[in-house]
């Protein structure tokens, strides 16, 4: 009996890891510090200071190919930066709304799994992988609700990136929620939980998204956002 017990469970052992390779099952479970980094594919990027703007020199020159590179900075704003070979300097358009660190990661730098091709990592929680870069699920567990802009004081934060809520001192609310990089955009919902108000979606790119609603001043706002 105890072969046979143990005959089975080396089978089904053996039948999880033929799905763990599967192209529909999870690539990995990346732990610890700045896994992002660690995807298959991913490289690190390191900036001569604290980066802001739309660029900022990094630290040494530029070895690889001069291009177009997708980088998710450390508090997870992204953009598209341009690199030049045997030059340290990074362009790119649209100001970093925040105040990331000199540590930043090239998404898809090398080739990435092809899709759909999943993986886990302790900073942003699930990801995909489209054949070109690794983008977020809505399932965030270390990407914290980040307002850049459009609520006068806010306060308050719960959630996450993609689902989460805060308190705005404003009477109309815009809030620019920023979000982790997503293949093509953003859809954003959001409402005012204090006196129920359904806000409107007037703006999102591939890094964050922009609702719009009418808000007494001490209203509590909760939102989700989901990638397309």
Same mark, same amino acid.
């Given at each position: 009996?105890?072969?046979?017990?143990?005959?089975?469970?080396?089978?089904?052992?053996?039948?999880?890891?033929?799905?763990?390779?599967?192209?529909?099952?999870?690539?990995?479970?990346?732990?610890?510090?700045?896994?992002?980094?660690?995807?298959?594919?991913?490289?690190?990027?390191?900036?001569?200071?604290?980066?802001?703007?739309?660029?900022?020199?990094?630290?040494?020159?530029?070895?690889?190919?001069?291009?177009?590179?997708?980088?998710?900075? !450390? *508090?997870?704003?992204?953009?598209?930066? %341009?690199? +030049?070979?045997?030059?340290? /300097?990074?362009?790119?358009? $649209? =100001?970093? #709304?925040?105040?990331?660190?000199?540590?930043?990661?090239?998404?898809?730098?090398?080739?990435?799994?092809?899709?759909?091709?999943?993986?886990?990592? !302790? *900073?942003?929680?699930?990801?995909?992988? %489209?054949? +070109?870069?690794?983008?977020? /699920?809505?399932?965030?567990? $270390? =990407?914290? #609700?980040?307002?850049?802009?459009?609520?006068?004081?806010?306060?308050?934060?719960?959630?996450?990136?993609?689902?989460?809520?805060?308190?705005?001192?404003?009477?109309?609310?815009?809030?620019?929620?920023?979000?982790?990089?997503?293949?093509?955009?953003?859809?954003?919902?959001?409402?005012? #939980?204090?006196?129920?108000?359904?806000?409107?979606?007037?703006?999102?790119?591939?890094?964050?998204?922009?609702?719009?609603?009418?808000?007494?001043?001490?209203?509590?706002?909760?939102?989700?956002?989901?990638?397309?």
């Amino acid at each position: 009996m105890k072969i046979w017990i143990r005959s089975l469970i080396t089978a089904a052992l053996g039948l999880w890891a033929a799905l763990a390779l599967a192209g529909n099952a999870p690539y990995g479970v990346f732990g610890g510090a700045s896994t992002f980094a660690n995807l298959p594919g991913n490289i690190s990027l390191t900036f001569a200071s604290a980066p802001s703007g739309s660029s900022t020199a990094i630290a040494t020159a530029w070895t690889g190919s001069t291009g177009s590179y997708l980088v998710v900075f !450390s *508090d997870w704003e992204s953009r598209t930066v %341009t690199l +030049t070979n045997a030059a340290t /300097t990074a362009t790119w358009t $649209g =100001a970093l #709304v925040g105040t990331p660190t000199v540590a930043a990661t090239i998404d898809g730098y090398t080739a990435t799994p092809p899709a759909p091709t999943f993986g886990f990592t !302790s *900073d942003l929680g699930y990801v995909y992988s %489209t054949g +070109t870069g690794w983008f977020g /699920t809505t399932e965030y567990v $270390g =990407a914290p #609700v980040y307002i850049s802009s459009g609520c006068a004081t806010v306060s308050a934060t719960k959630g996450t990136a993609t689902n989460g809520q805060f308190s705005t001192t404003a009477t109309t609310c815009t809030p620019v929620i920023q979000l982790p990089p997503a293949p093509n955009g953003w859809a954003c919902l959001a409402l005012d #939980v204090t006196h129920p108000v359904v806000f409107t979606e007037t703006a999102q790119n591939t890094y964050s998204c922009t609702v719009t609603g009418t808000t007494t001043s001490g209203d509590v706002i909760q939102f989700s956002a989901t990638p397309y």
